[in-house]
């Protein structure tokens, strides 16, 4: 069978088309037979019936949250999805009509966002929501097609991974329990805040710490370096008894003394270090729980000690190669 045309689809046995009538959808029966069905829906194009979306953004994107979103979005997801279009979408297209919305609407609604001094990151986040929105009403049917420009998503400057030094390290990994567990603890994993402060004693199992709620919705096993182990066994339940990252960071940077701490900067320290000593890019993956490779290559950058250290070893070799040429 060919591909259905555009807003067609079926339910059961039988072809529809999506009606739009005084802003209400009403679902037209288009018959059983595939080949009637797309002469039907011709003719009533041609008649100029209400096949088109009345319906402005705001309601569409209400439908959009409430249909989609849910079952394609993680619970925590879903809330800053929420938050997005309340803030942005809804007040910039209004009571825009879905079929009306343009590119150049798109490209609007992105200098907007610039002007409201939002962080590339930021902005690219919203704009990934209306670009899931349009393709979901042009799916749909509602729109013949996405409005939804190319070239328009800002480009993000690559940072380095902000990891640890190895003298704030020292100073952290000495705090006092249980805020220094809770660092040696992170050290050790990789883990993120959320698996750390859920991770419990019985999760441990043959050497390897089971994650089960990730990011990702996939369980995890982390192997378990010996230099923790011996802590582990002395603990029973819930390993990490904090639940506010920021309360947290704030005793660690009072205790430790280092000012630009935050708890994240543990777990680019980890996958840091276990590329420096020669892990391999494919287990890091799989220990930090990233979907893909790209996410992990971010960490392959060597450190500029690394650096300096392979400068003067080479360096070294060419003096003494130089010298023994001369002798």
């Known amino acids: 069978m060919p591909r259905p ?9 039988s072809w529809y088309v999506r009606i739009y009538r005084g802003g209400r959808e009403v679902w037209r029966s288009l018959g059983s037979d595939y080949e009637d069905a797309c002469k039907k829906l011709r003719k009533i194009r041609e008649q100029g019936d209400s096949v088109t979306c009345q319906a402005t953004v705001r309601e569409a994107v209400d439908e959009w949250f409430r249909t989609y979103v849910p079952n394609a979005r993680s619970p925590y997801c879903v809330k800053q999805t929420e938050s997005r279009l309340r803030m942005y979408m809804k007040p910039f297209f ?26 590339p990151t930021t902005v690219k986040h919203i704009l990934s929501d209306a670009r899931c929105f349009f393709n979901w009403a042009e799916d749909a049917g509602y729109i013949d097609r996405s409005p939804f420009p190319k070239r328009i998503m800002p480009r993000i400057q690559e940072r380095p991974p902000d990891r640890l030094t190895d003298d704030e390290v020292a100073a952290l990994v000495r705090i006092s329990d249980p805020h ?6 992170a050290l ?12 419990s004693s019985t999760d441990i199992q043959h050497g390897d710490l089971v994650v089960h709620q990730t990011k990702s919705g996939r369980v995890r096993r982390v192997p378990i370096p010996k230099w923790i182990a011996p802590e582990l066994r002395l603990r029973i339940g819930k390993l990490v008894s ?54 992990t290559q971010r960490y392959a950058r060597i450190s500029d000690d690394l650096v300096r250290a392979e400068v003067r070893r080479l360096e070294e070799r060419t003096v003494a190669a130089t010298v023994a040429t001369r002798e």
């Open 5 to 13: 045309l555009k807003g067609m689809f079926r339910r059961g046995d």
């Open 94 to 119: 209004g009571q825009v009509l879905l079929q009306r919305v343009t590119p150049q609407h798109v490209r609007s609604y992105r200098s907007w966002l610039d002007s409201k001094c939002k962080s």
């Open 180 to 185: 220094g567990f809770a660092v040696r603890f």
């Open 188 to 199: 050790a994993t990789g883990l993120r805040w959320g698996e750390l402060t859920r991770a």
């Open 242 to 295: 904090f639940s506010s990252p920021g309360q947290f960071n704030a005793a660690v940077r009072r205790l430790s003394g280092v000012e630009r701490f935050h708890v994240h900067q543990l777990r680019h320290t980890f996958a840091c270090r276990w590329l420096e000593i020669g892990g391999s890019l494919a287990a890091l993956q799989q220990m930090l729980g990233h979907s893909t490779v790209v996410m």
